[in-house]
């Protein structure tokens, strides 16, 4: 899938206004971008580590950044489905082998991210209707979101009715004990604090952060349909077609953001701006993973 988006890419684009318009890019607008990014993976990290101190794991806010810095290099420089998620619930589970426990950490904020950024992409897909609503296509993602949206809140009311537990109690037991860890984070204060939490990640680090982005290229942004757009590009591109969406990140901001008037050389730029700031803050993560590597001698979870 990545290297035929890839491959549509290099044929269809003409690259030179792409790289006129990155080579000119405001300097000071990349710098902010880049603090934006970087305040929003922290707030990733302050929402995985307090899912870790609600399972009573003892892991310190300073492991718990180096461990998720590890990820991001591991997601962007070694390629591989042993992803960042696999290694933050491996490395937290190997000190007390309590691998479900940790697994069911990364889901839950995982799972909470993906509640948020539909709702914002709601929320201000109704605020610029015109935009958004009203064209097909983001029409059709609306419903299936909608839709989506459904079927959990079913499955949640669902799960304490006998019929639900008698087929819930043929599942593996790994896989009964793994449901059993996401079951306990329903606290409402923690439901809220890492609602809250998210959605300021969801705000800063990737609406502020891409729109100076687009600010940094000059280009004119609709307030409304942008942040629709940019949260449905979001949830498009964490799909599992590709490698840390390789190809798919970028066809999805030359595809969706011209449909609310975004030049798609400014959309593509951006989408490459992006790419080159989570390899480049990931780098950070290098001497973490290759510690703990050589510590635990790790081939694989």
Request: overall charge positive; aromatic content about 20%.
């Amino acid at each position: 899938m990545a290297v035929t988006l890839i491959s549509l890419l290099v044929r269809n684009v003409d690259w030179a206004p792409i790289w006129s318009e990155v080579a000119q890019a405001s300097l000071p607008l990349l710098l902010l971008a880049l603090l934006l990014y970087v305040i929003g993976l922290f707030m990733c990290i302050e929402r995985w580590w307090r899912a870790a101190q609600f399972k009573k794991f003892s892991m310190t806010f300073r492991n718990a950044t180096e461990y998720y810095f590890a990820g991001l290099f591991l997601n962007n420089f070694l390629p591989s489905f042993f992803g960042g998620d696999a290694y933050q619930s491996y490395i937290l589970g190997k000190s007390e082998k309590r691998y479900p426990a940790a697994i069911s950490t990364v889901m839950f904020t995982r799972f909470i991210g993906l509640w948020t950024t539909i709702i914002l992409f709601f929320v201000f897909g109704f605020l610029g209707y015109d935009h958004i609503f009203a064209k097909p296509l983001f029409a059709w993602f609306g419903i299936g979101l909608f839709l989506f949206m459904l079927v959990n809140v079913a499955l949640t009311y669902g799960y304490a009715h006998p019929r639900c537990q008698s087929l819930f109690d043929r599942l593996p037991g790994r896989l009964r004990k793994f449901f059993k860890e996401i079951d306990r984070y329903a606290k409402w204060t923690f439901l809220r604090e890492n609602f809250a939490l998210a959605t300021a990640f969801a705000i800063v680090g990737v609406g502020l952060f891409n729109l100076v982005l687009f600010y940094a290229l000059g280009e004119h942004v609709p307030i409304f349909p942008y942040l629709a757009t940019v949260f449905l590009i979001s949830l498009v591109s964490s799909l599992p077609v590709s490698i840390n969406n390789i190809g798919f990140k970028e066809w999805a901001y030359y595809t969706f953001f011209p449909l609310i008037g975004i030049r798609p050389e400014s959309a593509l730029a951006v989408a490459l701006l992006v790419r080159f700031i989570q390899i480049l803050v990931s780098l950070v993560g290098a001497p973490f993973f290759f510690r703990e590597k050589k510590t635990y001698g790790m081939d694989g979870p």
